[in-house]
T-cell receptor, first 115, second 110 residues
């Protein structure tokens, strides 16, 4: 089975621009979660989607948004980029509902640099 | 505010040593606790714990949860250089939130 894939792997943007990151979960997985990882803050939960619905959202501003398609692929969008948005963005998929204690499988991440 | 604390934050041991990593938490509506190993990029799953007192074991790694005292430990016996990584503890709540701890950076030297 192919693992979680994320595209692009690396991205450089300038302040004020917007960016869209993509995540394809493991085949058959219906839940996709997004995380931001920075040296200072560690790994932080952004949001989770299940069956095209946002299940929960972490403490991030409204500039961070996402969506999930009927094939479970998910996209994350960050608008009006700030320098502090530079981070590794990780996506994780799991077979079932978020609250049902399913194991999550992480993708390789997208390294975003904002200049 | 929900939080997950890990200790120590950093650890250096020699090959063959046994290490114990700690994770304590304060969250509302605890659902499960997860341990991950992160080497270079993406975390890889180690254990998921939902019940107190039941040890989960995988090779040289084992973990146990104490829901009364709100903590978990991850043990690694006979450490090898390949165990060098950041070990992350995360707690999932019933409201589908996942809170990660800061991680413990383990370095195993030959």
């Amino acid at each position: 089975k192919a693992g979680v894939t994320q595209t692009p792997r690396y991205l450089i943007k300038t302040r004020g621009q917007q960016v869209t990151l993509s995540c394809s979960p493991i085949s058959g997985h219906r839940s996709v979660s997004w995380y931001q990882q920075t040296p200072g803050q560690g790994l932080q939960f952004l949001f989770e989607y299940f069956s095209e619905t946002q299940r929960n959202k972490g403490n991030f501003p409204g500039r961070f948004s996402g969506r999930q398609f009927s094939n479970s692929r998910s996209e994350m969008n960050v608008s009006t980029l700030e320098l502090g948005d530079s981070a590794l963005y990780l996506c994780a998929s799991s077979p079932g509902l978020a609250g049902d204690s399913y194991e999550q499988y992480f993708g390789p991440g997208t390294r975003l640099t904002v200049t | 505010e929900d939080k997950v604390v890990q200790s120590p934050l950093s650890l250096v041991v020699h090959e063959g040593d046994t290490v114990t990593l700690n994770c304590s938490y304060e969250v509302t509506n605890f659902r499960s606790l997860l341990w991950y190993k992160q080497e270079k990029k993406a975390p890889t799953f180690l254990f998921m714990l939902t019940s107190s007192g039941i040890e989960k074991k995988s090779g040289r790694l084992s973990s146990i949860l104490d829901k009364k005292e709100l903590f978990s430990i991850l043990n690694i016996t006979a450490t090898q250089t390949g165990d060098s990584a950041i070990y992350l503890c995360a707690v999932r709540t019933s409201y589908d939130k996942v809170i990660f701890g800061p991680g413990t950076s383990l370095s195993v030297i030959p």
